[in-house]
């Protein structure tokens, strides 16, 4: 099969998102201005540097975290974890403009050391970060998306200990959560380690 994205793919449901996966998810915590706490999950999220650590999420519609970014010049980005599955999928709820996700989800904020914005308290990791840009997308045409990639910097890292196992951060044993398109969802209980080849 193939087909242009232009002219449409024929199928019950869009495969895009369902052949780049699975794809972490950037469970991005924000204040806006007026102090109000905003939490919500992207599936468009990675990292996109190591020195300085970067990452990237991507906001289909101008939506509260995006805005709260831009406006206040940070956010934060929780690990979401399998046990944390429900509350990350509570939080995607379409709250209007202050409501407070984290109550909404049952979910405990903590404050972070760098950045106003709180974090998951119950995260095994969280990533405090300062915008660097928020960016709307345009097509080849140029005409304007309404899509939003916001990037940011991380200034700070919280690690829970018990998710360290040799010194290393324990993905499998935090059971990371990714995104595989529709409504299907991946859950890392497994690693397996590869060396890469050296030169000849």
Known sequence: MFYE?????????????AIVAPRP????????????????????????????????????GWKHSAANA????????????YALRDAMNASSAPLGAGEDEFAFAGLEPAPCRLVRAPRVALSPAALECRTLSVTELTTIDGVKTGRFVVMGQVVGVHIDEEFLTD????????VALARCGYRDYAAVFE??????????
């Not at 994205?5 to 998102?17: E, Q, S, V, Y």
């Not at 991005?28 to 990452?55: C, H, K, Q, W």
């Not at 831009?70 to 974890?81: D, I, K, L, P, R």
């Open 25 to 60: 998810i950037g469970w991005i915590s924000t204040r806006d201005l007026e102090g109000r706490a905003n939490l919500a999950p992207y599936s468009f999220f990675n990292g996109v540097g190591g020195e300085p650590p970067m990452v990237m999420f991507s906001s289909e």
């Open 70 to 81: 831009q406006a206040t010049g940070e956010f934060v980005c929780n690990f979401a974890s």
């Open 191 to 200: 690693t397996f380690g590869m060396t890469r080849p050296t030169g000849a």
């Open 5 to 17: 994205t232009a002219r449409g793919h024929g199928l019950p449901h869009d495969p895009f998102k």
């Open 167 to 174: 010194g290393m951060f324990d993905t499998a044993k935090a």
